[in-house]
């Protein structure tokens, strides 16, 4: 299995199972296919004889795919509709760690802490962004497809800001797909290793997000609990140096289609056509041999 296809369980009861999930895995197979947190705890839930049509995984929120950390799943459908119905009463915290690159202009640096309520709204392929204002209701980008904007708060908090990159501390009001990113990325601030916001850093080789807090009322004992895996710390090391040398992301690589920079090379000289052969003097066709 790959290290992308493993989970850590952090916890396990008959109503609920608290993972830590890794970068590069979907959260819940994507059209009913495909590895994903979901279907690899129902691997080992089979393996351990504890599966059954009563007693499986299901999903109460998600983590993007490049995103790693904690997250929750429900293990009966009771369990699943109350964890749905009361998420936001019950969880009092959570809690995620990124590195972004920092704005080129120190202008537009943010504060040490505070609140981005900008709209989302998402692209043909469903990718959350921050459209510019103004913009129209009925206008999408710069085509004619019809668009709605939903409403998206995300708290930030700055844990270190180095030369190149900010180590962040965010928590969410709204849970929007690709919120923190879309959020950051419009305000200069876009993840390292981030493709679709087109970060120019790429040293981990994999998205800068990390959920590193789940803090909650467990839906049926009413036990407070809380869960926190750190993330990695070479990010830490990597903003408090800085980055004068970036990797360039595995995105613009030829390997994975990208546009590489040409080698330099000089054109030799024209090769000759019978005709041309006709009209050249045999001094002239020496030379040019």
């Not at 979901?38 to 490049?66: F, N, Q, W």
């Not at 998402?122 to 710069?142: D, L, R, S």
């Not at 790429?202 to 895996?229: I, S, Y």
């Not at 994975?256 to 090769?271: A, Q, V």
Request: with cysteine.
């Amino acid at each position: 299995m790959k290290n992308h296809e493993k989970i850590d369980i952090l916890f396990e009861d008959e109503y609920i199972c608290v993972i830590n999930k890794p970068a590069g895995l979907l959260s819940v197979p994507n059209q009913g296919k495909g590895k994903s947190a979901l279907t690899i705890l129902e691997e080992i839930m089979r393996k351990k004889g504890t599966y059954s049509p009563k007693h499986r995984p299901l999903a109460v929120h998600r983590l993007d795919r490049e995103t790693s950390g904690v997250m929750m799943f429900a293990l009966t459908e009771s369990a699943q509709k109350k964890i749905m119905d009361t998420w936001h009463q019950m969880v009092s915290e959570r809690l995620y760690r990124a590195v972004a690159e920092n704005p080129h202009n120190p202008k537009k640096l943010l504060p040490l802490s505070g609140l981005i309520d900008d709209d989302l709204a998402f692209n043909a392929y469903n990718v959350g962004f921050v459209p510019k204002k103004p913009y129209k209701e009925n206008e999408f980008e710069k085509g004619k497809k019809e668009f709605k904007t939903v409403p998206a708060r995300t708290n930030f908090t700055t844990i270190l800001r180095g030369k190149t990159h900010t180590l962040f501390e965010l928590s969410l009001d709204t849970g929007k797909k690709n919120q923190i990113r879309a959020h950051l990325a419009s305000k200069g601030y876009p993840l390292a290793g981030d493709k679709n916001f087109r970060a120019k850093t790429d040293n981990f080789g994999r998205l800068c997000l990390h959920a590193r807090t789940l803090e909650f009322t467990h839906p049926f004992t009413n036990q407070k609990m809380l869960f926190e895996v750190p993330e990695p710390a070479e990010w830490k090391v990597y903003v408090e140096k800085g980055d004068s040398h970036p990797a360039e992301p595995g995105w613009m690589s030829a390997k994975h289609g990208g546009m590489k920079k040409e080698k330099s090379f000089t054109l030799g000289p024209k090769r000759l056509s019978a005709k041309d052969k006709a009209h050249m003097n045999f001094i002239e066709l020496g030379k040019r041999r």
